[in-house]
T-cell receptor, first 116, second 116 residues
Framework: GAGVSQSPRYKVTKRGQDVALRCDPI?????LYWYRQALGQGPEFLTYFNYEAQQDKSGLPNDRFSAERPEGSISTLTIQRTEQRDSAMYRCASSYDGTGVLQTQYFGPGTRLLVL | AQSVTQLDSQVPVFEEAPVELRCNYS??????LFWYVQYPNQGLQLLLK??????LVKGINGFEAEFNKSQTSFHLRKPSVHISDTAEYFC??????????????FGPGTSLSVIP
């Protein structure tokens, strides 16, 4: 594809509901990253995939957050039992190969999550 | 852990005036440094990056940044701004010695407003 796409672009949900956010990286990109960006802040690292392997999930705030990338392409970030503090912009980025010489990360437009 | 400081949360500047956006990072033996720009309702876009070599790095849209190791700074400059430069600017750092992949830590951002 032309760039990283994310869906939905906006999600409003009630506290306690589960949400699934989707990221479709640039075709052929091996590395995929998830970030969370609170209003007025920079993106905060959540997790990293190399192909289908989740190699770093140190940024996931608690066990309600999980991510997968089963076929090494599309990734889903799932938040269970959402809380109001989960409201933020969730961004996905991909790069050709994040384990070699530094590669540029290309960011998607983000999913704005609002938990009521 | 690496951290990035952007002291100016908001910078208003008149059109065609010069601008400098400040960035400082926590010290490390070697780091990679970046500036990203986020236009309204869009994803983050890489402006420029420093990996090694010349300390003056030129990026897109007439921006440049200078790496200063002794001051642990990577300030972004443009000699003459345009209305279209109005955006959020994020400084970021990656420490290749800490992780085997491109884990990028972002600063809180500086909102640049160009006044006609």
């Amino acid at each position: 594809g032309a760039g990283v796409s994310q869906s939905p672009r906006y999600k409003v949900t009630k506290r306690g509901q589960d949400v699934a956010l989707r990221c479709d990286p640039i075709s052929g990109h091996v590395s995929l990253y998830w970030y969370r960006q609170a209003l007025g802040q920079g993106p905060e690292f959540l997790t990293y995939f190399n192909y289908e392997a989740q190699q770093d999930k140190s940024g996931l705030p608690n066990d309600r957050f999980s991510a997968e990338r089963p076929e090494g392409s599309i990734s889903t970030l799932t938040i269970q039992r959402t809380e109001q503090r989960d409201s933020a912009m969730y961004r996905c980025a991909s790069s050709y190969d994040g384990t070699g010489v530094l590669q540029t990360q290309y960011f998607g437009p983000g999913t704005r999550l609002l938990v009521l | 852990a690496q951290s990035v400081t952007q002291l100016d949360s908001q910078v208003p500047v008149f059109e065609e005036a010069p601008v400098e956006l400040r960035c400082n990072y926590s010290s490390s033996v070697s780091v990679y440094l970046f500036w990203y720009v986020q236009y309204p309702n869009q994803g983050l876009q890489l402006l420029l990056k420093y990996l090694s070599g010349s300390t003056l790095v030129k990026g897109i849209n007439g921006f440049e940044a200078e790496f200063n190791k002794s001051q642990t700074s990577f300030h972004l400059r443009k000699p003459s701004v345009h209305i279209s430069d109005t955006a959020e600017y994020f400084c970021a750092v990656s420490d290749p010695q800490k992780t085997s992949y491109d884990k990028v830590i972002f600063g809180p951002g500086t909102s640049l407003s160009v006044i006609p």
